[in-house]
T-cell receptor
Framework: DQQVKQNSPSLSVQEGRISILNCDYTNSMFDYFLWYKKYPAEGPTFLISISSIKDKNEDGRFTVFLNKSAKHLSLHIVPSQPGDSAVYFCAAVSSNTGKLIFGQGTTLQVKP | EAGVAQSPRYKIIEKRQSVAFWCNPISGHATLYWYQQILGQGPKLLIQFQNNGVVDDSQLPKDRFSAERLKGVDSTLKIQPAKLEDSAVYLC???????????FGSGTRLTVV
């Protein structure tokens, strides 16, 4: 039962353009959503999060959008840089359980 | 603030052998998690501790995996006996409140041959 899904295994964009990574979830009890970035041989690093009471959160070049009715969130990176090339994981948690559930990940490649 | 420490970084064992991983969470973090990440997949939660009590171990293969958290601080994850399909990166994470602020260690890459 995949409660958090990232349907695009990979994404390639040109430097300076926008990267959009998508994530869908099925459990309506999730009330907090997070994006993590992972480089090879390292653990996931927290990037940005959003509470279910908001529909947008912005931090520098990174913006996360949440559409609760569609159970969908997306991460926008503008402008994309080659150093952004990594695997991006979407994750969700219910404050009732504290159990962080991850999607399968999307590998982003930003070409110079 | 020191991060989540894990050791060893890499381990290669033969199938049917046993192995143990160690995690030291961020000081003061009550919640500790062990995740298994198989290549090409997202991390899968194996066990969640709140202080030294188990909150969720529904995904832990209890016939071969065991975990404990001594005095609510350090934790060890053990596999005995190991199978080929246990080859993965084992990630430890800790959180202050179990909702946000999760911090991950660098993981232990296990290869079972």
């Amino acid at each position: 039962d995949q409660q958090v899904k990232q349907n695009s295994p990979s994404l390639s964009v040109q430097e300076g353009r926008i990267s959009i990574l998508n994530c869908d979830y099925t459990n309506s009890m999730f009330d907090y959503f997070l994006w993590y970035k992972k480089y090879p041989a390292e653990g996931p690093t927290f990037l940005i999060s959003i509470s279910s009471i908001k529909d947008k959160n912005e931090d520098g070049r990174f913006t996360v959008f949440l559409n609760k009715s569609a159970k969908h969130l997306s991460l926008h990176i503008v402008p994309s840089q080659p150093g952004d090339s990594a695997v991006y994981f979407c994750a969700a948690v219910s404050s009732n359980t504290g159990k962080l559930i991850f999607g399968q990940g999307t590998t982003l490649q930003v070409k110079p | 603030e020191a991060g989540v420490a894990q050791s060893p970084r890499y381990k290669i064992i033969e199938k049917r052998q046993s192995v143990a991983f160690w995690c030291n969470p961020i000081s003061g973090h009550a919640t500790l998690y062990w995740y298994q990440q198989i290549l090409g997949q997202g991390p899968k939660l194996l066990i969640q501790f709140q202080n030294n009590g188990v909150v969720d171990d529904s995904q832990l293969p209890k016939d071969r995996f065991s975990a404990e958290r001594l005095k609510g601080v350090d934790s060890t994850l053990k596999i005995q006996p190991a199978k080929l399909e246990d080859s993965a990166v084992y990630l430890c994470a800790s959180s202050l409140d179990g909702v946000a602020g999760y911090t991950f260690g660098s993981g232990t890459r296990l290869t079972v041959v």
